[in-house]
Structures are given as structure tokens and as C-alpha cells.
């Protein structure tokens, strides 16, 4: 167990709807990461968030967003969905924003759009 | 983008057999992070090494890192069919940078 915390663990939902995916960090750690996982894309960065401000953007859709809230916790937002949106999507956490701290996912949020 | 670069894609091979897999990586780095993922499962960190060390282990891990050559290997010793999984060897996309890049990662297979 990482000690990230992503919930709902499963979704399934309609093409045009709007999902929310929320995570928690590990105890301590103030930055936390998204990523998508998808078959023909790997695993892909989102966003950053560093002590509630955005501190790097991947290939995130501006579909998509995400906000890290004064406890910490971040959600990540995903509307007009879309068929290709189906994938795992990771949340990470490490305690610091400075490079070479380990980095730590949680077990996914699988994203199924039908 | 991609930094780094697993190789083989796939590897299968018998219990109690030594697993190497390889990263090469594009950039200059400050650390580089190895990663196994169970099929459907979340990411868990094995192993991080600085860009000032040339070898590490942990258990029946060792990681070696070549900056020169930008590469690295992972080889797990006398694996264990819990070790089939995902491999992923993970970098920052530029020096400083904090978040990291995943390669396409290796799948290995233990055969019992």
C-alpha cells in the first residue's frame, strides 16, 4: 500500500458526461501528480500540483482539469467525454516539488466511457 | 514525449533465472526511477538512483546507471513467478524537473 488513496476505484459512464476522480496523498507529502494510462499511449503526465498551485503541465486536454484543495487532496475533472478518454488514471504524491524525491501512485481510477 | 526507452518490450523467461531489462534515456538527468505494475494495478516504486551513483540494489534488485551512455538496467535475481509485471524505468524530461516520463515499459513473464 503507497498510502495514496484514489477513489472511485471503477467508473462507467456515458460519452458527453462529466466524471470527477479524487485523491488523496500520502500523509505529508505536498505534491501530487496525475496520469493517464491508456493501450496505445502509455502512460502519460497531466499535471502538478505543488501545496495547491499548479506547478507543471503535461498532455492534459482542456477538457480536463484538476485543482489541489488546502488539504491537499486533488481531484481531477473530466467532461464531454469522450470514447479515447477510457483509461487508468493515476494519482501520485511525493513530499517535496524539488527533483529526485520518490514518487508514489495510487492503484487507479479505471475510467470505462461507453 | 518519451524519455525513456525499455528494451526488450517483452521478456519471458524461467523461475529462478536472472531478469536484465534496459533503459536508455534522452536527456541529462538528476535521478532515474524503476517501477513494477502488476496487470491493472498501480505503479509501485522499486528503486530510485541519482545521477552521482553507479549502482544500487535492494533485495534481489540491482539497478546500474550509466550517464555517460544514458542508460540503465534493472536485473532481479533468481526471479520468482510474483515477479511477472511491468517494468518502467522513469525520468525527469529535463534536469530539475520533478515530474517524471514513463518508457513503454518491459513485461516480463516468469515462467514456473
Known amino acids: 500500500d503507497s498510502g495514496v488513496t484514489q477513489t472511485p476505484k471503477h467508473l462507467i459512464t456515458a460519452t458527453g458526461q462529466r466524471v470527477t476522480l479524487r485523491c488523496s496523498p500520502r500523509?505529508?507529502?505536498?505534491?501530487v501528480y496525475w496520469y493517464q494510462q491508456s493501450l496505445d499511449q502509455g502512460l502519460q503526465f497531466l499535471i502538478q500540483y505543488y501545496n495547491g498551485e499548479e506547478r507543471a503541465k503535461g498532455n492534459i486536454l482542456e477538457r480536463f482539469s484538476a485543482q489541489q484543495f488546502p488539504d491537499l487532496h486533488s481531484e481531477l475533472n473530466l467532461s464531454s467525454l469522450e470514447l479515447g478518454d477510457s483509461a487508468l488514471y493515476f494519482c501520485a504524491s511525493s513530499v517535496a516539488s524539488g527533483p529526485g524525491n520518490t514518487i508514489y501512485f495510487g492503484e487507479g481510477s479505471w475510467l470505462t466511457v461507453v | 514525449s518519451q524519455q525513456g526507452e525499455e528494451d526488450p518490450q517483452a521478456l519471458s523467461i524461467q523461475e529462478g533465472e536472472n531478469a536484465t531489462m534496459n533503459c536508455s534515456y534522452k536527456?541529462?538527468?538528476?535521478?532515474l526511477q524503476w517501477y513494477r505494475q502488476n496487470s491493472g494495478r498501480g505503479l509501485v516504486h522499486l528503486i530510485l538512483?541519482?545521477?552521482?551513483?553507479r549502482e544500487k540494489h535492494s533485495g534481489r534488485l540491482r539497478v546500474t546507471l550509466d550517464t555517460s551512455k544514458k542508460s540503465s538496467s534493472l536485473l532481479i535475481t533468481a526471479s520468482r513467478a510474483a515477479d511477472t509485471a511491468s517494468y518502467f524505468c522513469a525520468t525527469p524530461p529535463r534536469r530539475g524537473a520533478q515530474k517524471l516520463v514513463f518508457g513503454q515499459g518491459t513485461r516480463l513473464t516468469i515462467n514456473p
Open positions: 538512483i541519482r545521477s552521482n551513483e
Open positions: 500523509s505529508g507529502d505536498l505534491s
Open positions: 536527456t541529462s538527468i538528476n535521478n
